[in-house]
């Protein structure tokens, strides 16, 4: 057999198993992430959650707490200022001020709405071509990993900004804790706690707005950067 085609050959051979074993790969993943995917899709349907954030960075803390009930949300900022939306109206509300701020801007991520929690977990927004995409990425990786004797699924992903990780209970399929890794070795670490159909209508009831002062895009800091959130 003539060297050139036996090594060809070779080649061929050897490119198949590497597209084989990367396939096969990308499968696992894929039907994982979407296993996850499907029981955040029963969890969104419930349209009734409390979402308690804290976030520690060095030694600081913050704490957001976010409520959606029925077509209403709700996201209270550690400094008790909060943004509550309702049939696509968005205000910030500052009740010690007695201003009701409206927001316009369509970039503004202080709202929450139904799917809000399921966002913070990689791919979730994407389609299925995007899903496979993100299941495809070598620096996007699924594992399983015990805490305290309890299994959770962890996801990675890697980027040239920072190392994201983030573990999603196995049994409930929603986000547990995550954290973020810069470069330099910094890292914010996310610890949550949800709680599905237990949101009260008086914890999403505005106060009596009749003197508040109503302004507009002001660029209040909400004192929360949700790092994990897709757009």
């Known amino acids: 057999m003539n060297k050139k085609l036996l090594i060809a050959i070779c080649i061929a051979i050897i490119l198949c ?13 894929f039907l994982r992430l979407n ?39 709700k996201m209270v900022a550690a400094n008790g200022i909060y943004t509550w939306i309702k049939d696509e109206n968005v205000y910030v509300v500052d009740e010690e001020a007695k201003e009701l701020n409206l927001i316009t801007d369509d970039s503004f991520s202080g709202v929450v709405k ?31 990993e015990k805490m305290g004797g309890v299994k959770y699924y962890k996801i990675e992903s890697k980027d040239e900004n920072a190392t ?34 237990e949101t009260l209508d008086s914890q999403l009831l505005l106060p ?19 790092f994990l959130t897709e757009e």
């Open 114 to 144: 139904k799917d809000s929690f399921a966002l913070l977990v990689p791919g979730y927004s994407y389609n299925t071509l995007g899903r496979l995409v993100f299941a495809g990425d070598v620096n996007n990786k699924i594992s399983t």
């Open 164 to 197: 994201k990780r983030i573990w999603i209970s196995s049994t409930m399929n929603y986000l547990v804790k995550a954290e973020i890794e810069f470069p330099n070795g910094e890292k914010i670490n996310y610890d949550y706690s949800i709680k599905f159909e």
């Open 208 to 226: 009596d707005i009749t003197d508040y002062t109503l302004k507009s895009d002001t660029g209040i800091d909400l004192e929360v950067k949700n």
């Open 35 to 73: 296993n996850i995917y499907k029981a955040l899709d029963e969890h969104v349907a419930r349209e009734n959650y409390m979402l308690t954030t804290i976030a520690t960075y060095k030694d600081s803390q913050t704490v957001t707490k976010m409520y959606y009930k029925n077509g209403i949300g």
């Open 17 to 29: 198993v590497i597209g084989l074993v990367y396939g096969s790969i990308t499968c696992v993943k």
